[in-house]
């Protein structure tokens, strides 16, 4: 288990390149394995959830090539399908949750699939029931063996109009997979239409399918026999550049994000704004200014500023842990709302240790006083629970007085590429145990 060693309390100044996307990689590389034909991906982000996912569909049989340092090229021509039964696909596929996304691939063009409960963040329960329900609404069947793993057999493929019980993002994308190779029309109500789920219909339009209603909750797919290559590029993670805005905020650094997409990160920066963050544009970069202190907004009645999550275009869960730890040194109080996962809370008991002002109300919501930097954090010894609560973590250290610990990082390496080595051009005292 590697750690972090960081000195915190310094000013940090510099250009950061955001990463590309983790979510929207792990679907469009998974949907590489629907032809038979080279599909190239740029700007891929090399986290080791990416790179586990990549060495499974190396053990598939597809032929990976790396082009540049994020560019690689995927050829699904001749699969091994026995490497689903190998220990070696069992441990890897049960290393990230990512590995849910060739369920559908692999059912629309070879009509199985075999399914290890995945690995991911421990975050509370996430089920697997809308890929799995939502495959067989489809026509798959999927039988539970040796209450190990799930069989899937999808001889028997149907376009459907389905109705969503949640718009989750990963099953929205299987489902959508799935259809693209079904004759008929499929209709997906209640779908997830993220910006990530709208680049992964991009992708499979470029290759050939017949999509229509991308980017609202209604997705029509029309079936095509065979799908072609493509050259598909991958946006920048959204979730990065909050992080980036956070971590300026509470080091009190100007920092620029260079080529953010901003048109694509719906109301991130809106929330931001909300707690006093100066954020400045300049084209499609963002800059955050050195700001000393900033001031949490109150709902127009003069009441507590709220924060919750919601699926898109509300706000992303996966930022609501840097809102937490950016608020802990704001002026004002602010009540954050966790309601779509319920263990993603329990990170807080160190952020309190640190000496952050935090009520943790129930394990869905969490209220926090800003000190308004009377007294800086300081710096202790932690372990990070999972990818998100990590990187906040990170954060309260590199804003903390004196040397903190870190242990666990391969959470965060999970979702942020050589994290230590850009801190370090940022001018971070961050070491690598």
């Known amino acids: 288990m590697a750690s972090f060693k960081i000195i915190g309390g310094k000013e940090l100044s510099g250009t950061i390149n955001p990463q590309g996307a983790k979510n929207e990689a792990l679907q469009v590389i998974s949907a590489t394995l629907l032809t038979k034909e080279k599909v190239i991906i740029r700007n891929i982000p090399l986290i080791s959830d990416v790179i586990c996912l990549i060495e499974l569909l190396k053990g598939l049989g597809v032929k990976t090539k790396k082009i540049s340092k994020h560019t690689y090229s995927f050829e699904a021509t001749d699969l091994k399908l026995d490497y689903l039964k190998s220990d070696d696909f069992k441990k890897k596929s049960q290393k990230i949750r990512g590995s849910v996304m060739i369920l559908g691939p692999l059912i629309a063009r070879f009509k199985k699939a075999r399914l290890y409960p995945p690995g991911g963040d421990k975050i509370g329960r996430r089920r697997l029931d809308t890929h799995l329900i939502g495959l067989s609404e489809l026509g798959a069947k999927f039988k539970l063996i040796n209450n190990e793993f799930y069989k899937l057999d999808g001889s028997s493929l149907r376009a459907n109009s389905i109705l969503l019980e949640e718009a989750s993002v990963t099953g929205t994308a299987n489902i959508i997979m799935a259809s693209v190779l079904i004759k008929g029309t499929t209709t997906i109500y209640n779908a997830a239409c993220e910006p990530y789920i709208q680049q ?153 240790e640190m000496g952050a002002k935090i009520i943790l109300c129930d394990p869905h919501r969490a209220t926090i006083t800003g000190i308004n930097r009377e007294y800086p954090l300081k710096g202790t010894t932690m372990t990070s629970p999972d990818i998100r609560a990590g990187i906040a973590l990170l954060i309260a250290a590199l804003s903390a007085q004196g040397e903190s610990i870190i242990h666990n990082i391969e959470q965060i390496d999970r979702g942020y590429e050589a994290i230590d080595a850009r801190l370090k051009k940022l001018g971070a005292a961050i070491e690598r145990l």
Request: with cysteine; glycine share 8%; aromatic share 6%.
């Open 200 to 352: 992964l219909c991009k992708m499979l339009t470029l290759m050939g399918a017949n999509i229509q209603g991308v980017g609202s909750n209604l997705i029509t797919i029309k079936g095509v026999k065979k799908l072609s290559g493509c050259t598909h590029k991958i946006l920048p993670d959204m979730i990065e550049i909050g992080s980036w805005i956070g971590l300026a905020a509470m080091t009190q650094s100007k920092i620029r994000i260079k080529n953010a997409s901003i048109k694509n990160l719906g109301n991130i920066l809106t929330i931001f704004k909300k707690m006093g963050i100066k954020i400045e544009i300049e084209k499609d970069d963002i800059i955050i200014p050195k700001q000393k202190k900033y001031n949490i907004d109150t709902f127009i009645n003069g009441s507590i500023l709220t924060i919750s999550d919601a699926p898109w275009p509300g706000f992303t869960p996966d930022l609501l842990s840097i809102v937490i730890v950016a608020a802990t040194q704001a002026n004002g109080n602010i009540l954050v709302h966790q309601k779509m996962f319920e263990s993603r809370l329990f990170f807080v008991d160190k952020l309190i």
